[in-house]
């Protein structure tokens, strides 16, 4: 998530430099090809909906469908597949507005609710009954939304610092104003897809964490968030930036939740009140949540500790599956993914 206030101010102020930005227009409902293939599974589009949505399809073994989080893509989840893609058979997504699903703006608001139900029709057409759902952020708050509404749809579910009490005042206000205001918008949006802000928005995304990452990993990350900004587009965004204060709290819901829940946080996270906030309610309400927050864990902890992060997902949703990655060599080889060729791809139902 682009998160911080300090970010925020930087763009506003880097609209100086900008006189006329272009709008992009939103991805063509006949449009079937990645603007950049995935580097790691097959890239696939739904079919059966009014707008496409974008996946990768890798791994084996028992269906999880990895949720990434607001302005993020599933590159969000390239440094845990490795881990994870033995284990499962992965549908990583991008949320509707974001890589190379569509940016519906006529019928779609972006709230929690609505990618809920995208991705339960996503689910129909690929004939999943029931599927791990794992999210980051946004993507946690989806999830457990899923798990409230569509109860037996779900097995389990992981959520990154998710919630289902929306943080207030919404984190991305100063942001929403900037979008709102069409001359300054655009020229956001300018500046977003120039790929001058990369590095900006790298370094405020990591947080308490970028100082200690090293060269590769650093780099790595950056390629990453790179691409979150591919299909920017001011209605879109500002759309997603509404989203969290759009979205309402789903707490009456959220009660009957009976799937399993792991809940893994970081105490350095810029989003630590929210997370603080939704941990009490699970206290109270759902006793068969298990809560795991890291001392030195920051808000996107699938980029900052994707070992430690699919140690414990294998652990809570596999037991004795995990190959005590947390414990393991910082550099030992990451594990070879399987990729399957473009053809090799089979109507099957998932249990």
């Not at 100082?211 to 587009?233: C, M, Q, R």
Request: proline share 7%; with cysteine.
């Amino acid at each position: 998530m682009i998160k911080t206030l300090r970010f925020q101010a930087q763009l506003l102020l880097l609209l100086l430099l900008c006189t006329s930005c272009g709008q992009v227009a939103k991805n063509s409902e006949a449009l079937r090809v990645p603007k950049v293939p995935a580097q790691y599974g097959i890239d696939r589009f739904t079919t059966d909906q009014k707008h496409n949505a974008h996946y990768v399809e890798v791994g084996e073994g028992p269906p999880a469908i990895l949720i990434p989080g607001l302005f993020g893509t599933y590159r969000g989840f390239s440094r845990m597949l490795p881990f994870l893609a033995p284990h499962f058979s992965i549908i990583a997504l991008d949320n509707f507005g974001t890589g190379d699903s569509d940016t519906p703006d006529d019928d779609f608001t972006y709230t929690v609710a609505e990618q809920a139900d995208m991705i339960v029709k996503l689910m129909d057409e690929l004939k999943i009954q029931h599927s791990t759902l794992i999210g980051v952020s946004y993507g946690g708050m989806i999830a457990l939304n899923i798990a409230a509404r569509y109860p037996n749809r779900v097995n389990a579910v992981v959520c990154i610092e998710g919630a289902v009490i929306m943080p207030k005042p919404s984190p991305y206000h100063f942001m929403e104003q900037g979008l709102d205001t069409p001359i300054i918008g655009d020229a956001i949006i300018g500046f977003i897809r120039s790929g001058l802000l990369n590095g900006i928005i790298t370094k405020d995304v990591m947080g308490y964490a970028w100082p200690n990452l090293d060269d590769g990993d650093k780099a790595e990350v950056t390629e990453i968030i790179s691409h979150y900004t591919d299909a920017a587009t001011r209605p879109t965004w500002l759309n997603l930036a509404r989203a969290l204060r759009t979205s309402p709290d789903f707490t009456e819901e959220a009660k009957v939740i009976k799937a399993p829940v792991l809940y893994l946080s970081g105490d350095k996270s810029a989003f630590r009140d929210m997370t603080e906030t939704n941990i009490d309610y699970f206290k109270n309400h759902l006793p068969n949540v298990s809560m795991i927050s890291f001392d030195d864990g920051i808000h996107d902890l699938e980029l900052q500790k994707p070992r430690e992060t699919a140690s414990l997902i294998l652990d809570f949703i596999t037991p004795g599956r995990s190959r005590s990655l947390a414990s393991a060599a910082s550099d030992k080889p990451l594990p070879e993914l399987p990729r399957p060729s473009q053809n090799d791809h089979h109507d099957k139902v998932y249990q």
